[in-house]
């Protein structure tokens, strides 16, 4: 890593800890015992990408998982099962985040949607004295939101070209190596945060 001057983060599996293991459990528990084959054959990835791409809204998604489930679940109870998997924010990664704010620019760029943003949002709150996670950013981006989703490089060329981003100065930390490689393909420079590494092994 030479030259930064900005960093680009991912939330989940980066700064905060998630566990898809605790969803498919939440599901089986609801009854949906062929999880594993439901969100393993690729039916469930279009609307997926719809929603994180803001496609589609959390009802349309909610009723997609009701149906792909087979069960007439309350949407509630769906719901709570989605967002199972989002754990915590280790208080360390969040010092570290406070503490470079300093010396580099700092964005997010998370594929997210609307029903999930709301949960990790209070996991936030309720651990940081009703603190905003935003806050820790100049800027941060919800593929939801903005209507692209990594690793579609329009979404890395619409964060860098907003906030005039030299892509060589910037650096992209990522847990999924194919938005890592796709960064890379935008002239930035990335790292792969791999299993059993968090942001403080990085030496930020």
């Known amino acids: 890593m030479q030259n930064i001057k900005n960093i680009i983060f991912d939330l989940g599996g980066v700064i905060l800890?998630?566990?898809?293991?605790?969803?498919?459990?939440?599901?089986?528990?609801?009854g949906v015992t062929n999880?594993?084959?439901?969100?393993?054959?690729?039916?469930?990835?279009?609307?997926?990408?719809d929603h994180e791409s803001g496609k589609i809204t959390d009802d349309e998604f909610l009723g997609s998982l009701?149906?792909?489930?087979?069960?007439?679940?309350?949407?509630?109870?769906v719901q709570e099962?989605?967002?199972?998997?989002?754990?915590?924010?280790?208080?360390?990664?969040?010092?570290?985040?406070?503490?470079?704010?300093?010396?580099?620019r700092l964005f997010l760029l998370s594929n997210t949607n609307g029903i999930h943003r709301v949960a990790f949002e209070k996991i936030y709150r309720d651990g940081f004295n009703n603190g905003s996670l935003d806050s820790l950013f100049e800027k941060a981006y919800y593929s939801?939101?903005?209507?692209?989703?990594?690793?579609?490089k329009e979404a890395y060329e619409f964060v860098l070209k907003e906030n005039q981003l030299v892509p060589e100065e910037t650096l992209f930390i990522d847990d999924a190596l194919i938005n890592v490689e796709a960064a890379r393909e935008c002239g930035m420079q990335g790292i792969h945060l791999q299993?059993?590494?968090?942001?403080?092994?990085?030496?930020?």
């Not at 898809?20 to 459990?25: I, L, P, R, S």
């Not at 010092?95 to 580099?104: H, M």
């Not at 939801?144 to 579609?152: D, E, H, S, V």
């Not at 299993?195 to 930020?204: I, S």
């Open 35 to 49: 999880f594993n084959e439901l969100f393993g054959l690729g039916r469930a990835e279009s609307f997926f990408k």
């Open 81 to 104: 099962a989605w967002n199972a998997l989002l754990i915590s924010f280790p208080p360390e990664r969040i010092e570290l985040l406070k503490r470079i704010k300093d010396n580099y």
């Open 144 to 152: 939801y939101q903005i209507g692209l989703r990594k690793p579609n």
């Open 195 to 204: 299993p059993g590494q968090t942001l403080l092994d990085l030496g930020l």
């Open 66 to 77: 009701q149906k792909l489930a087979g069960h007439s679940f309350e949407a509630g109870l």
């Open 17 to 30: 800890d998630i566990d898809f293991k605790k969803t498919e459990k939440a599901f089986i528990d609801l």
